[in-house]
């Protein structure tokens, strides 16, 4: 059974730094992976895909990356703005499976 | 075409009430999934359509839920008899399942049901 991981739960960083969160998954067999971002009391907002076949993608600031045998996918936020400041999910999709299995996610804060 | 839209945004019942959720997909989309968050927790996969049939069920799943797509357009996710632990955001995506096999979800506000 798929399990996905975030650590850690909460990250609190000043305006304009870098960072990353961190996904892991238990299955290396996945289809792609996605992050999403949910903003407080709202629905999820894809962000970047990943297919099994690829290393990375990008979009603007930010950059997620993905190392299928070693279970880790990392979401790169370059500086960052208090306008990031939301929870980020992974989620993976397992060959032959249409569900998503998500992580409980990591809560992002940016200080401004 | 604004997206996933999802309907009632927020929904409060007693224990052993029945209530329903309606989602309206964005019109192109040919596959509805729905999901459930808890506080705290990520979403958890319900259910989900291909045009108008459901080709997977979860076990969280139980006799108490039911899911329709008449004719492959809006879904209803309907709950008989709510018990507590049934509060919960209830989460809809839609999607294009084409060629290229990307599928990305798009997701509605959600459905926050509190059960009293």
């Known amino acids: 059974k798929q399990e996905v991981t975030q650590i850690p739960a909460a990250l609190s960083v000043p305006e304009g730094e870098n960072l990353v969160l961190n996904c892991s998954f238990t299955?290396?067999?996945?289809?792609?992976l996605q992050w999403f971002r949910q903003d407080p009391g709202k629905g999820l907002t894809s962000l970047l895909l990943?297919?099994?076949?690829?290393r990375e993608q990008t979009s603007g600031r930010l950059n997620a990356s993905l190392d299928k045998s070693s279970g880790r996918s990392t979401l790169y936020i370059a500086a960052s703005q208090p306008g990031d400041s939301a929870t980020y999910l992974c989620?993976?999709?397992?060959?032959?499976?249409?569900?998503?299995?998500f992580g409980t996610g990591t809560r992002l804060t940016i200080i401004p | 075409d604004t997206g996933v839209s999802q309907d009632p945004r927020h929904k409060i019942t007693k224990r052993g009430q029945n209530v329903t959720f309606r989602c309206d997909p964005i019109s192109e989309h040919n596959r509805l999934y729905w999901y459930r968050q808890t506080l705290g927790q990520g979403p958890e996969f319900l259910t989900y359509?291909?045009?108008?049939?459901?080709?997977?069920k979860s076990r969280l799943l139980s006799d108490r839920f039911s899911a329709e797509r008449p004719k492959g357009s809006f879904s209803t996710l309907e709950i008989q008899r709510t018990e507590q632990g049934d509060s919960a955001m209830y989460l809809c995506a839609s999607s294009l399942a084409g060629v290229s096999g990307a599928n990305v979800l798009t997701f509605g506000a959600g459905s926050r049901l509190t059960v009293l």
């Open positions: 989620a993976v999709r397992d060959f032959g499976n249409e569900k998503l299995t």
């Open positions: 990943i297919q099994s076949s690829q």
């Open positions: 299955d290396s067999a996945i289809y792609n």
């Open positions: 359509f291909q045009n108008e049939a459901q080709l997977e």
